[in-house]
Nanobody, 123 residues
C-alpha cells in the first residue's frame, strides 16, 4: 500500500559526506514522522534523526552537529545529509515513516520501513 525507496548509500573515507534520500509512494493522505535509523550487525537498531510534520527535528547525540535531516512534503521524501563521517557511522541506514492512509472511509496510521542502505566509512 505504501512503499519507501532509499538511495544514496555507499562507501566514503572518514571526514567525507553522503546524502541519503527516502521517498514514499502509494495511497498517502499525510506523513507525520519521518526518521532515519541505523543498525550494525549484532547491535540493536538505533535512532539517528527524526523530523515531524512541522519541521521539528531530533538527533542522536552521536550525530549532532554532523548530520542534518530535512523533508520535502510535496515529494513525500526525507533526506539525511551526513558530514564529517566517522568509521563508527558505518551501518545499514533505514528510513521510517508514520503514514496516515485512508481506507474504507477510515483513516489509520501505518508504520513503514525502507529496505535499508549500507553506509561504509573507512578510516
Amino acid at each position: 500500500q505504501v512503499q519507501l525507496v532509499e538511495s544514496g548509500g555507499g562507501s566514503v573515507q572518514a571526514g567525507g559526506s553522503l546524502r541519503l534520500s527516502c521517498a514514499a509512494s502509494g495511497s498517502i493522505f499525510r506523513i507525520n514522522l519521518m526518521g532515519w535509523y541505523r543498525q550494525v550487525p549484532g547491535n540493536q537498531r538505533e535512532l539517528v534523526a527524526v523530523i515531524t510534520s512541522d519541521g521539528t527535528t531530533n538527533y542522536a547525540d552521536s550525530v549532532k552537529g554532523r548530520f542534518t535531516i530535512s523533508r520535502d512534503n510535496a515529494k513525500n521524501t526525507v533526506y539525511l545529509q551526513m558530514n564529517s563521517l566517522k568509521s563508527e557511522d558505518t551501518a545499514v541506514y533505514s528510513c521510517h515513516f508514520q503514514v496516515l492512509v485512508v481506507a474504507d472511509f477510515r483513516t489509520r496510521y501505518l508504520e513503514v520501513w525502507g529496505q535499508g542502505t549500507l553506509v561504509t566509512v573507512s578510516s
